[in-house]
């Protein structure tokens, strides 16, 4: 059965689609809800989320050694994200974590909880820990808030992006120069039960409840990337500037972990975010996984060189948009969106700003030591 939000049921509320199904879009005025969630004064729905649990003694050292993340001395809240990667590298699942000394939670999206909680039950083998998907008991709430959860208080995520974790590096821009450090953001998780009463508790603190269309703007403007939105089969983490806050490149074996090391050092991944700046004349914007295309010369179409994946209208900026391009489109291109948007074929311009550079060179990545064998292909073979 597709989950629907009690809150839903608000005077003024409209029905999110896609990923963010189940909960609501905006309650009416989603302009005036994007500005008071930027100011730091807003409360999410955010309980279309998934929630995995993970409790037992061997829990975050087996965690540790599965997925992208060190998590084997991980304290009690403390916040990090992992990711699951397929032998070859690429990305399957995405996780927010967090841990209260007796379990580790997961927080993904809800369509991905399931298949997450199944792939961990499978590789637990011998070991004490317990996989539970969760996600009909708790639910998240979402707050402007750059904070743990304190001792006494529910389990909290903290995301910390843009901040690089320990272990992790950047392509993209340092914290200070970077946009999404303008962006506080946290979940706590709630009995499902309890899901009105604490957001009711929030609003009589004097924060509205908003909608997904002001926290999708804020993600797209703070260069975030989303597991239903920016992943598809062939995503690998560098692709999205995502060894930031979900890898740690040095803490040892784990699936996938030879093709971070390989694009890391070698550099070029076959792929880059960038942001996108769409041309707000027309009424209707393209939707995610509309094509964008390198405009030809004589002015034709062109050819397909991306794909968009999120979008937005930002209370400031005007409509924007994340996109995967191919690495070697160059960074200086302006570029044209082409989509069908209920049954009409639309074309919008775009500026690309760079998220991940074109050379697909990490700040940290060691010297080279000399070409490649003859023969022997390079980061491009994953594509």
């Known amino acids: 059965m597709d989950y629907e939000s009690p809150l839903l049921r608000r005077p003024g509320a409209v029905?999110?689609?896609?990923?963010?199904?189940?909960?609501?879009?905006?309650?009416?005025?989603?302009?005036?809800?994007?500005?008071?969630?930027?100011?730091?004064?807003?409360?999410?729905?955010?309980s279309h989320l998934g929630v995995v649990r993970v409790a037992g003694p061997d829990r975050l050292s087996w965690l540790h050694s599965i997925t992208s993340q060190h998590l084997e001395h991980l304290a009690p809240r403390t916040s990090t994200e992992l990711l699951v990667l397929s032998p070859q590298g690429h990305v399957e699942h995405a996780a927010g974590v967090v841990d209260d000394g007796e379990a580790t939670w997961l927080i993904t999206e809800r369509a991905a909880a399931p298949g997450l909680a199944q792939w961990l039950d499978r590789m637990k083998f011998?070991?004490?820990?317990?996989?539970?998907?969760?996600?009909?008991?708790?639910?998240?709430?979402?707050?402007?808030?750059?904070?743990?959860?304190?001792?006494?208080?529910?389990?909290?995520?903290?995301?910390?992006?843009?901040?690089?974790?320990?272990g992790g590096t950047r392509y993209g821009p340092a914290e200070a120069d970077h946009p999404g450090a303008a962006r506080p953001w946290r979940l706590v998780l709630v009995p499902r039960a309890d899901l009105e009463a604490e957001v009711a508790a929030r609003e009589a603190a004097g924060w509205p409840l908003v909608g997904t269309w002001a926290t999708e703007a804020l993600r797209v403007e703070a260069w975030r990337p989303r597991l239903a939105r920016e992943v598809d089969g062939r995503t690998i983490p560098h692709e999205l500037d995502w060894l930031r806050t979900a890898v740690h490149i040095n803490k040892g074996c784990y699936r996938g972990q030879e093709t971070v090391a390989r694009v890391h050092n070698l550099g070029r991944p076959p792929r880059r975010l960038v942001m996108l700046h769409l041309?707000?004349?027309?009424?209707?914007?393209?939707?995610?996984?509309?094509?964008?295309?390198?405009?030809?010369?004589?002015?034709?179409?062109?050819?397909?060189?991306?794909?968009?994946?999120?979008?937005?209208?930002?209370?400031?900026?005007?409509?924007?948009?994340?996109?995967?391009?191919?690495?070697?489109?160059?960074?200086?291109?302006?570029?044209?969106?082409?989509?069908?948007?209920?049954?009409?074929?639309?074309?919008?311009?775009?500026?690309?700003?760079?998220?991940?550079p074109g050379d697909g060179v990490s700040v940290d990545r060691p010297d080279g030591h000399g070409p490649l064998t003859p023969g022997l292909r390079g980061p491009a073979s994953l594509i």
């Open 279 to 356: 041309d707000g004349s027309q009424h209707l914007l393209p939707e995610p996984g509309a094509e964008v295309r390198l405009p030809a010369p004589d002015g034709g179409a062109g050819k397909t060189v991306g794909t968009l994946t999120s979008v937005g209208r930002h209370h400031e900026l005007g409509p924007i948009g994340l996109a995967v391009l191919k690495r070697n489109v160059p960074e200086e291109a302006g570029l044209l969106v082409a989509g069908d948007v209920s049954g009409q074929v639309i074309e919008v311009t775009a500026a690309q700003e760079v998220v991940v």
């Open 126 to 166: 011998t070991l004490r820990v317990e996989i539970t998907d969760a996600t009909d008991e708790w639910a998240a709430v979402g707050e402007p808030v750059a904070a743990e959860g304190a001792e006494g208080e529910p389990v909290t995520w903290h995301d910390a992006w843009p901040t690089v974790a320990p």
């Open 15 to 46: 029905a999110a689609a896609g990923p963010d199904a189940g909960v609501a879009w905006h309650y009416g005025d989603p302009t005036a809800e994007q500005r008071a969630l930027s100011r730091g004064g807003a409360v999410v729905d955010q």
